[in-house]
Each structure stands twice: as C-alpha cells, then as structure tokens.
C-alpha cells in the first residue's frame, strides 16, 4: 500500500513539473495585450512610458503589458498628443491620432562649421539646427566670425518646413581680426643666405691675404743655410 501511495505520488509530482512551465507561458503570453496607433501625421514619433516606439505610420501594432501606459505622439511644428491608454490583458486598444499643425519648421545648414543662427534678431542655435518658428515672415541671419553675415527672410506656414542653405563669404585677408594680413617678406639684408654669402667671401678674401704672405715670409736663419755661421755682438 506504501509503495502504491509512493509510486502515485511520484506521477502526480512529475506531472505537476511539466505543466507548470507551460501555464508560466501561458500566463504570461495572457500578460499582454495591443496597441494600434492610427495617424495621418506621418513622421510623428510614438511614446510609450516615454520611450521612442516608432515612428508613424507604425509596422505593426505595439505589444504592451497589461495595465496603464502613457502614450504621447509628437512631431517638430504639431500639437503633441498624450494620454493614459488601458491595456487589457489578449486585448487589442486602438488610438486614432491626427496632430494639429501650429507652427512652421526651419532648417537650417551652413557653408561653415557652428555658424550662428538667429531669427528676429534672437538667437536660436548652431547651424545645422531645426527649430520651431510661428506663422508669418521671419528674418533669419546667420554669423560666423570672419565671414560676411548670410541675411534672408521667409515665410512659415504651420506645418510646413522651410530649409535654407546659408553660404558665408570669407571677409578679405586684413579686413578683420580673425583673418589677419601675412607678415611682410623678409628684406635682403634679413635673408639668412645673405649673410651666409658675405661670411664665405670674407674667409676667401683672408685665406688670398694669408697664404701669400706666409709663403714670402720664410725663415731668416735657416735661407743662409748650413755653411754659415754668425757671430753675436
């Protein structure tokens, strides 16, 4: 009887091992449910608890925990939507989104490296940058010390996105602080091989005086040679 109790108990526990790690999966498979995210904005980008999902129009649709998230959609010139969407558990939730344009996009680029943009005298940035601007006619300027400043002025509409390719000219060499005149050439007596020549022709002209002299100059005893003999007074 002890051994049947046994051998029962056995099959039930191994029974009770495998099942388990398939109701695991199963549990956790009904943890989750789908988000579709409709929107005519195309190139919006989609939050969810603030991490970047995608962008629209979304590949698929999300896979998300059971519970509340917060969805945001936002897009450079558009109202940002956000809100709290409900999650049930093998349930599919669907947001139909459509931002509201409220002002125009400007990008900006340069001919320069970290030109300086302002706009309405006020600056805005580092060339290249995209920013915001409202409705209506813009002066735009873009600086960089050295170089003429870049003036233009356009018009935003909401929504829309104006790019405008600003080309500085460097000013003239002397002009400015920052592009300084070359130093003047040097003057011919400042040149090195200048000297260098007056150096050489001096050596030559001191060995042509010493040299003849040494030869003439020879030694007063030994020219009477060995036969002869001096008497000192």
Same mark, same amino acid.
């Given at each position: 009887m002890r051994l049947f109790v046994l051998v029962f108990a056995g099959v039930f526990l191994l029974n009770a091992l495998d099942v388990r790690p398939v109701e695991a999966k199963r549990r956790r498979r009904r943890a989750f449910g789908t988000l579709h995210v409709n929107s005519g904005t195309t190139g919006a980008k989609v939050y969810v608890d603030g991490r970047e999902m995608g962008a629209i129009p979304l590949e698929k649709p999300l896979r998300l925990k059971v519970g509340r998230h917060t969805l945001k959609v936002a897009k450079t010139g558009y109202t940002p939507y956000i809100d709290v969407i409900l999650i049930k558990r093998r349930k599919a939730a669907k947001v139909d989104i459509d931002l509201l344009p409220v002002a125009g996009v400007l990008a900006v680029t340069a001919s320069v490296p970290e030109a300086r943009v302002y706009v309405d005298?006020?600056? =805005?940035?580092? +060339?290249?940058?995209?920013?915001?601007?409202?409705?209506?006619?813009?002066?735009?300027?873009v600086q960089k010390a050295g170089y003429h400043d870049f003036i233009a002025t356009q018009k935003a509409l909401p929504g829309a996105k104006l790019r405008l390719k600003a080309t500085l000219k460097a000013m003239a060499v002397g002009t400015t602080p920052y592009r300084p005149a070359p130093p003047p050439p040097p003057r011919w007596y400042e040149k090195w091989y200048v000297w260098a020549g007056v150096a050489g022709g001096a050596i030559a002209v001191a060995l042509a005086v010493a040299?003849? =002299?040494?030869? +003439?100059s020879g030694d007063p005893v030994s020219d009477f040679g060995a036969d002869h003999s001096f008497t000192i007074r």
């Open positions: 005298g006020r600056f =805005v940035g580092l +060339a290249p940058l995209t920013t915001e601007v409202q409705e209506g006619k813009h002066s735009i300027r040299i003849p =002299v040494a030869v +003439a």
